[in-house]
Every structure is written in C-alpha cells, then in structure tokens.
C-alpha cells in the first residue's frame, strides 16, 4: 500500500491510497514537529498507518492551515477511485515557516 499527497484543483489537499484501506479513516493526525501524518481508522484494534516520508517546509506550511482533508481510495465494489473529508488533528506547536527559511 502506498499513499500521496497532492493538492485539488479547487486548493483542499488529498491523500490519495493506490489500495482500498481496511475501514474508513475516522481522523488524520499531523505530526508538526515530525511533519508526518497517522491515518487513524474506525477500527477499535487497528493503531493506524504511519505515513513514513517527512512533508517539504511548502507542503507542511499548506497543512497547517487545513482542518481537514480529502481522503482517495479505489471503491471496494467497482475500484473507481472514491473519497471523502477526514478531519486533520494537528499535533505540537505550530511551525513558522518564514523564519524557518531566513535562518
């Protein structure tokens, strides 16, 4: 299974899951310090997916202003691609890209 990000046409940001997921995505936890995300299922004994590559300074920074994201996965019936809003809980201190980048 492998995840990407990318931005909407209309600006909402997408993960997007070349396989059908094992329920569906209950929230998203954002990681700021880290910049990585946990997908968090509706499942009471599964403990979530870690997504395993660190977000750019310009991708963390688009994050940040977010409550939510689109979540894309194949249809389990027809393996169309379908998705759905997951709410984003964002962890740690909020990060200052500005003075990140003049450092």
Do not use: W
Not at 7 to 12: A, H, M, S, V, W
């Amino acid at each position: 299974m492998s995840f990407s990000l990318g931005e909407l046409p209309d600006g909402d940001l997408a993960i997007v899951s070349d396989c059908v997921l094992p329920a569906d995505i209950k929230r998203i936890e954002y990681y700021r310090d880290q910049r990585l995300f946990m997908l968090v299922y509706d499942l009471p004994d599964h403990e979530g997916d870690l997504m395993h590559y660190e977000l750019s300074a310009g991708v963390a920074e688009k994050v940040q202003r977010r409550s939510s994201l689109v979540v894309i996965e194949p249809d389990k019936a027809t393996g169309k691609a379908s998705g759905y809003y997951a709410s984003l809980i964002q962890v740690g201190e909020l990060q200052n890209f500005q003075q990140l980048a003049s450092a």
